[in-house]
């Protein structure tokens, strides 16, 4: 069984910052891609940004210049950043990740966490 965990939520100052940290733990081969995705009340969940195992990373454009991700590798965990927090951040922020899992073949899977709400208010 694979699990993603999230960590860091919380309140945020408008221009504060913030470091979120999923971990994920199980019995997998590997991880390619990994990322964070966020839903805000009343909208569909969207992509924040996401990071290959490599090292590449993709940012939306409304975290470009703020939000800075990065992964260790070793410890199966992916950050997200957070500087210059906007009201507009606020949302339930998750981790996903693209898992190579023992007894499931060669394929990735698609593993998602439970969340972690981030406020960004005064």
């Known amino acids: 069984q694979v699990q993603l965990v999230e960590s860091g939520g919380g309140l945020v100052q408008p221009g504060g910052s913030r470091r979120l940290s999923c971990d994920a733990s199980?019995?997998?081969?590997?991880?390619?891609?990994m990322g964070w995705y966020r839903q805000a009340p009343g909208k569909q969940r969207e992509l924040v940004a996401a990071?290959?195992?490599?090292?590449?990373?993709n940012y939306a454009d409304s975290g470009k210049g703020r939000f800075t991700i990065s992964r260790d590798n070793a410890k199966n965990t992916v950050y997200l950043q957070m500087n210059s927090a906007k009201p507009e951040d606020t949302a339930v922020y998750f981790c996903?990740?693209?898992?190579?899992?023992?007894?499931?073949?060669?394929?990735?899977?698609?593993?998602w966490g439970q969340g972690t709400q981030v406020t960004v208010s005064s």
């Open positions: 996903n990740a693209y898992i190579v899992v023992v007894d499931l073949g060669p394929d990735e899977h698609p593993y």
């Open positions: 199980g019995n997998f081969f590997s991880i390619s891609a």
């Open positions: 990071i290959r195992s490599g090292g590449r990373t």
